[in-house]
């Protein structure tokens, strides 16, 4: 009986420590208010899939918890800030949290420039960031202008009140500009864009998975993923050769492929950051051009007003260009006002080697910090009437009243914003312009458009318009 009763208090003894080792919310080492885990080995990730996605997770933290929170990725305690003030101390930070970015990794590599922190990751961005430049962007004008002129053809050949699938146009829009600008004449090919698609379509669609439900358990699945991971990378390597074999006379502009190539020490580095580039590039560019047409769609004062600008600064047969760009004052505020309704990349993340106090906590080192980019967008402290598609909130007047930022939909932090951010723009403002001045956008009758919170946000299904020609 005694050996019972030892054997019985020393199991449960292993039990404690057990317990308290694994679940990471019995040995809190932070001050900050948040989520215990719902699960010994997954944290709140439970959490995450039952709120809808991240972002909506993000939402409700903060609704409970205030704007800084705790929350546990896995096993791992994760720190987030929503407010502007917070975010000021924390607007130096370079270094992303691998923690948080690792279901990335099969797709891109370790040392893909998303995992590269320090100096090294600092100096490979500065190179690779001339690609995204303002003189870069104007080489750039005669694509984004031959590729929207395509789709105007397209559009002005279809029956009258065709259904017309805005998402399905859009993404091939942006993914054929993406091609062409960053890799050069292998995507000529239709067929080439044609593979490059269908895998990335495999790859992307399971990393939306991943976010939320964790790694594939169905090994069929995981198989299509790496088939379609090896499939982008064996295209990439036949755009290095491509590259390589070409004369210097023959390349009438250095590409990002070209700097990836300089700047990368081997192939494996450059097909790595190529994808990379796809990944952070192709999607913010499509939704961006999908949802500013939906509202501009949806709210026919906002595309009059547009129009009509349109028609002062371009004239008839006009087109954007570097000398009239900042002339489409309007224009550029549907566009921001696009980028905040949409929440298009509603967060990111930082960390640090050292402990740091923000708030009040202090916030251990190498802890993930999240930056709810998407919950700032939305606060009503510096958005009244957040759900309302208003771009007068981005006239000189409103923006001088409001902290800038308070608009940071790319991010904001140690100078590691979305590198394509500014691609996304100024291809947004030509090709919306392109379409504005050729057609009047309606929605199809009957649509209830809701949002869709993943890696981007985009439409649950698809969303249908027609096109009434000017």
Known sequence: MLDFAIFAVTFVIILIITVIYLYPGSTRTTTIPGRDPSDVKEGNIPDISAAGGFHEFLCELHSEYGDIASFYYGTKLCVSLASVDLWKQHRNVFDKPSDLFVLFQPLIGENSIMFTNKGAGRSRRKLQEKCFEEQALKKYTGIFHETCQELVTKFKSLAKDEHIPLCQYMTALALKSLLKTAFG?????????????????????????????????DSSRQQQFDKAVDGLKTLFSKVIEQRKAMPEKEKKTQLLIDVLMECSGSEEQVINDAITYLL???????????????????????????????????????????????????????????????????????????????????????????????????????????????????????????????????GFAGQRGCPAAKYSCAEAVIVLAGLCKHFKWNMVEGQVVEYKYGLVSYPREEIWVTVEAR
């Open 185 to 217: 004449d292998y995507f000529n090919d239709p067929r080439a864009i044609l593979e490059l698609k269908k895998n990335f379509n495999i790859c992307w669609h399971e990393l939306e998975h991943r976010l939320t439900e964790g790694e594939a358990e």
């Open 280 to 410: 952070m590039g192709f999607h913010n560019t499509a939704y961006l051009l999908a949802w500013g047409l939906y509202y501009l769609a949806s709210h026919k004062d906002v595309e009059d007003k547009v129009f009509r600008e349109l028609e002062d600064v371009l004239g008839d047969g006009g087109l954007v260009n570097a000398d009239n760009q900042a002339k489409l004052v309007y224009l550029h505020q549907v566009i921001k006002e696009t980028l905040r309704c949409s929440n298009l990349w509603p967060w990111t993340a930082r960390c640090q080697d050292i402990d740091v106090e923000i708030g009040g906590h202090v916030v251990p080192k190498n802890t993930p910090v999240v930056h709810a980019l998407g919950v700032v967008l939305q606060d009503e402290k510096s958005w009244p009437l957040p759900n309302n598609f208003d771009p007068d909130r981005f006239s000189k007047e409103n923006s001088e009243a409001r902290d800038p930022l308070a608009f940071s939909p790319f």
